[in-house]
């Protein structure tokens, strides 16, 4: 089905797969569709918890494989999941980089409202470049 849609000039968003159980076992079908073309979108309360922690885990580790495109409100409503990304915006910038949560927070979701190409993907940069942790000094770049 995303080949089709590709083929056709539309852009898959796959979206909160890491609240969904089947979508959280099939790691190598998620990277091979953002391989393909498509985006991912992770559910911004994730990264902080708000939907347990498989979820949390999930969704950083997405983030470390570099195939995160957009970081999400998943908004409802203004009460119980209103449309406020700061806090998850400011856990990435201290967890990974300024760069990749102002990427995915802000710079992504208005290329896509604007129907403009993603620019790391037309310049073949990764999606997300986590931070090295400091234990992993010894590991080559």
């Known amino acids: 089905m995303f080949e089709r849609l590709l083929g056709a000039g539309m852009v898959p968003v796959i979206t909160h797969p890491e609240r969904n159980s089947l979508l959280r076992q099939r790691v190598p079908d998620l990277t091979r569709w953002v391989e393909m073309g498509c985006l991912l979108q ?30 999400a409100s998943d908004a409802h409503d203004l ?7 700061d806090e998850v915006r400011d856990h990435l910038a201290q967890r990974y980089t300024a760069e990749l949560a102002q990427r995915v927070t802000l710079t992504h979701p208005r290329a896509i409202v604007n129907g403009a190409p993603l620019p790391e993907l037309e310049e073949g940069v990764p999606a997300a470049a986590p931070r090295r942790r400091w234990y992993e000094f010894w590991k080559r770049s």
């Open 42 to 71: 992770i559910t911004g309360g994730s990264f902080l918890g708000n939907f347990g922690e498989r979820a949390r885990a999930f969704s950083e580790s997405m983030v470390e494989r570099g195939i995160v495109h957009v970081v």
């Open 79 to 85: 009460e119980h999941r209103p449309p406020v990304l």
